[in-house]
């Protein structure tokens, strides 16, 4: 239950003013040029980026290896090595990392659960989609969203991937997953295509409680009662269920649902509460006697019914921390526990990380700087991140005419067939319309902080990843250990330009040619010329490093392969 829990609007479905202005490439950089030593670093790095970028587009051969195991490859294959070489990373288990650190406070209120946090992230199509329910023309089926290595076979999109086995595995009766997730994705402060995300589930056996002479109900409602107690506010209007806005699911009586809500509100009420006293005493610009308050939101995800998400007011801000629900029951039944009924939930790591250290860009928990390591120590309080310093931004524009034959959209490219039959049958609520990328958690994480983050404005459809209009969320992941050995693999062949434009496609070629240097890709500009009928579309790359001051002519050479790859993968016209 991870990933459906949150999806932004894509950006390309954004609505632009007609405006067909002349479009001149623009290079902003603030600061002065570098010594003559600083320039032959930033040529030696540079020279480095470009043969990254190279490795990135060559023809791969049928097979590929990640970390000792061996998978075919075919027309489906989108994943580039730059992707592949994160795998090894896993941030979430490396000691003193702020990813891990914000894992094991969560993990610490949730005493009993099994822990999972070392998952392999490629999984099957069976096990990412259809054990979870997802309609066959889900937008989350997209190569357009998600990394293929073939056919049957993705980099995971959320941690829920493994429910439907941890489930079957049936080790303990609550259990926690952390792990890395893989999606393409928008470039800005709060995306990056590799992210991290936490699910958590409890269960109760209707056979193992009748046996012991009372029902489920009152199993739950005696387990609620040992749960910690907190004086929060709490909001929390809306009835256990409601006939047609959040439904109970026809194989559960109405006082299960209603204990199971009671004993995951509890529970999660209580892990928010550990995690914003934190934050607050880390935050200078918190009042330290201003009271916490929480809402509950009724919400809608493909695998839970009911499903609500939780919101706490922080910093004048209602910010969506996480989606939750209780679990379908062809969930359970397809994993070989029909008589078990419970809960589940999903959090995105970096977004509870950001706020609880108020780091403004996604892109530093990926850093190897020891000035941003040194900040983070599992054995110390919590402490507000200190920014080493800003380096400059260099901002460029790319304006290109689209195909004839194609047309701007929010995701065209051809849809993933289901899996072999063996695979999970689809739950019921399957046949709802779900948001975009429908699970508990997502890639969106949005951080209320200095340095000119985006403030949490729409903060309901922030905190635990994308969002849809309706701000529902989606997903629940999270995984690794960086010292295992990788085998980089030759990435697989670029695929023919496409009928129909998709934004991640440019977003995708930017990370493969600029990496960790890009900071942001903006759609600024777009229109569809009164004659010819040709659409027109402009976008601005702002370059940024996090650890040095790009130069002139290290954006340009950047710039120029970013051109020229829009051109031979997308068969743009550029202006």
Known sequence: MARAWHHMEPRSTRQKPYAPPRYEDTNIINGNLPSNQSKWIVTTAKTVICALAEAAVRTSPSKITVEGRTFETDE????????????????HVQPDHPLTITRKLIESR???????????????TGQNFDSLGF???HVGRNRTDTYYINKSTVLRTHTSAHQADTFRNNESAGYLISADVYRRDAIDRSHYPVFHQMEGARTWDRFQTGRDGKSVAQAIWEDVEKLPKHDIAVEDPNPPYHIERNPLQSRHAPEEAEAIAAHLKRSLEDMVVTIFNAAKGAADSATPDEPL????VEAYFPFTSPSWELEVFWQGDWLEVLGCGVVSQP???NASVPNRVGWAFGLGLERIA?????IPDIRLFWSKDTRFLSQFSEGEPIKRFVPFSKYPACFKDVSFWLRSSSSAAGGASPIHPPAAASAATPSPNSTKTSHPQSQFQSQTVRANSEAGSESPSNASAVASGRSSSSSSSASIAEGG???????????PPAAPAPSTFHENDVMEIAREVCGDLVEDVRLTDEFVHPKTGRKSMCYRINYRSLERTLTNDE????????RTLLVDRLGVELR
Do not use: C
């Open 555 to 562: 954006t340009n050479e950047l710039h120029e392969r970013l």
């Open 293 to 296: 308050k929480v809402r509950w």
């Open 76 to 91: 489906w294959a989108n994943t580039p090595s730059t992707i592949l070489d994160a795998v090894p990373r896993r941030l």
């Open 135 to 137: 309609p066959l023309d």
């Open 481 to 491: 250990n960086g010292n295992q050995s990788f085998a980089t693999p030759i990435p």
């Open 331 to 333: 969930i359970l039944d």
């Open 110 to 124: 949730f005493p009993g659960y099994k822990t999972h946090n070392d998952l392999f992230p490629i999984v099957t």
């Open 354 to 358: 950001m706020l609880l250290y108020s």
